[in-house]
């Protein structure tokens, strides 16, 4: 099995929970054969982009917890914050955008300084 396999079944499979979707469902909904997220979820087969694109935005997968997930932070705290920020609107993001650096700038200040 491939480190690529498992972190796309993972993914996949958490997705779909969340989502309280069947593998049916999912498969219906990215036009695709049900057997296809079987063999993904059980960590088979090599899925082409024709099968990645539809699955990845069907399931509202981040693509970072396939591609790098070391990378992907399972804190519920920065989950609910990257939610929030995912539903923005580009107005609303360019309006928070100052606000967050300023409050991250005097949250850092107060933090004890690293050795």
């Known amino acids: 099995m491939s480190e690529y396999a498992q972190s796309l079944g993972d993914a996949v499979r958490r997705a779909r929970g969340k989502l309280n979707l069947t593998q049916g469902e999912v498969a219906a909904q990215a036009n695709m054969d049900s057997r296809t997220i079987l063999n993904i979820e059980n960590y088979k087969g090599n899925p082409k982009l ?3 694109y539809p699955l990845i935005r069907t399931l509202h ?7 790098y997930p070391e990378l992907v932070n399972p ?3 920065m989950a609910e914050l990257q939610q ?3 539903d923005c609107t580009e107005t609303e ?5 100052p606000i967050i650096v300023s409050v991250l700038t005097v949250l850092r ?3 004890p300084e690293k050795e």
């Open 75 to 77: 804190s519920p705290a």
């Open 109 to 111: 200040k107060q933090e």
């Open 50 to 52: 024709e099968i990645l």
């Open 93 to 97: 993001a360019e309006a928070l955008l």
């Open 84 to 86: 929030y920020i995912a």
């Open 61 to 67: 997968l981040d693509p970072r917890e396939i591609f």
